[in-house]
C-alpha cells in the first residue's frame, strides 16, 4: 500500500506516475513481435495525413498522425493479449484509489510511434476541457503506457509539463503551444523509459512527442481506462478475441465487457 499511495500522490500532484519493472522483458519482445508488422503495413499503407484510423483490425488499422509519427488500434488478441499488464495489481489498486471505486472499463486499445524523421507534436492535452473554469480533482479517463523499446531523447521520447492538469481557462485552450514555446518552463520533463515501465498518464496534463532521430521506431501501447459513466464518451472501437476473452479472470472480463468480441479466426475462416 505504501507504493500505491506514493504512485497516488505522483499522479495527483504531477499528472503522471512511473511504474518501473512492472512489465516482465519477454512479455513486451512477445508483445513487439506482434505488433511491427502491423505498423508496418499501416505506414506501407498511409501517406497522408488527415484520414481517421482504418483497415483491418488484425491487419493493420492506423493512420498517419503527423510526418513519420503513426497511431494504431490493436486487438487483444493473440500474443497482443496482455492480461499481466491490463490486470497489474498495482495498476488496479492505483486505478481503485484514485477513483475510490473498481467499477471502471477498458475503452480503448491505441498506440503512437514516431519513426525516424517525426518532428515535435504540439503541447496538447488528449482530452477536452470538460468544465471550464473548474480545476476538476478528478478525471474520469486515463491512458495507461508502455513502451516496446527504451526510450529517451534519440528516439523521441515523450517530454510533459507536470501539474498542468488542473488549468481550466477555456481562453488558452488552443494557445497552449504558442504559450509554452515562447515562455519560460524549467519544470518541462522528458519521460525517459527503460522497456518494462508502465506510467499512468492523466490526459488534462500538457504532453507532446519529441523527433525520433534515431534509425528505428519507437512504438508505445496505450490501454484506456474510463470510469464506468464516461465509458461512453470514448468512441474508439475496441476489439478482443473470443478465445482471450474466455480465458480472462473474472475481473478481465468485467474491464472488457464493452469490447466487441472478435470471432475465433480458424472458425471465420
Given at each position: 500500500m505504501e507504493?500505491?499511495?506514493?504512485l497516488l500522490n505522483e499522479l495527483y500532484v504531477n499528472g503522471f506516475a512511473v511504474m518501473e519493472d512492472?512489465?516482465?522483458?519477454p512479455t513486451i519482445e512477445r508483445i513487439h513481435a506482434a505488433f511491427l508488422p502491423m505498423l508496418e503495413r499501416v505506414r506501407r499503407r498511409e501517406h497522408e495525413p488527415g484520414h481517421p484510423e482504418r483497415g483491418d483490425i488484425r491487419a493493420g488499422c492506423g493512420r498517419l498522425q503527423h510526418p513519420n509519427r503513426y497511431t494504431?488500434?490493436?486487438p487483444w488478441e493473440g500474443a497482443l493479449a496482455c492480461p499481466e499488464i491490463a490486470e497489474h495489481p498495482t495498476l488496479l489498486a492505483l486505478l481503485e484509489a484514485y477513483w475510490e471505486t473498481d467499477d471502471f472499463l477498458v475503452t480503448c486499445l491505441h498506440s503512437n510511434t514516431p519513426y525516424p524523421g517525426s518532428i515535435h507534436q504540439n503541447w496538447h492535452r488528449d482530452i477536452k476541457l470538460m468544465a471550464p473554469h473548474v480545476a476538476m480533482a478528478r478525471v474520469p479517463h486515463f491512458g495507461v503506457k508502455f513502451p516496446l523499446v527504451d526510450t529517451g531523447v534519440e528516439n523521441g521520447s515523450f517530454e510533459v509539463l507536470p501539474s498542468t492538469q488542473f488549468l481550466a481557462d477555456p481562453s488558452?485552450?488552443?494557445d497552449y503551444n504558442d504559450i509554452i514555446e515562447s515562455g519560460s518552463y524549467p519544470h518541462r520533463t522528458r519521460i525517459n523509459m527503460q522497456?518494462?515501465?508502465l506510467w499512468v498518464q492523466d490526459p488534462r496534463a500538457l504532453h507532446r512527442g519529441t523527433p525520433n532521430r534515431s534509425d528505428a521506431p519507437r512504438p508505445e501501447m496505450v490501454i484506456c481506462y474510463s470510469l464506468r459513466w464516461a465509458a461512453p464518451l470514448m468512441t474508439r472501437p475496441l476489439w478482443v478475441g473470443s478465445r482471450e476473452f474466455e480465458e480472462?479472470?473474472?475481473?478481465?472480463?468485467k474491464l472488457f465487457e464493452r469490447a466487441t468480441i472478435l470471432p475465433d479466426p480458424a472458425v471465420a475462416a
Open positions: 507504493r500505491v499511495e506514493r512492472a512489465i516482465p522483458i494504431m488500434q490493436w488558452r485552450e488552443d522497456r518494462g515501465t480472462l479472470s473474472e475481473r478481465g472480463r
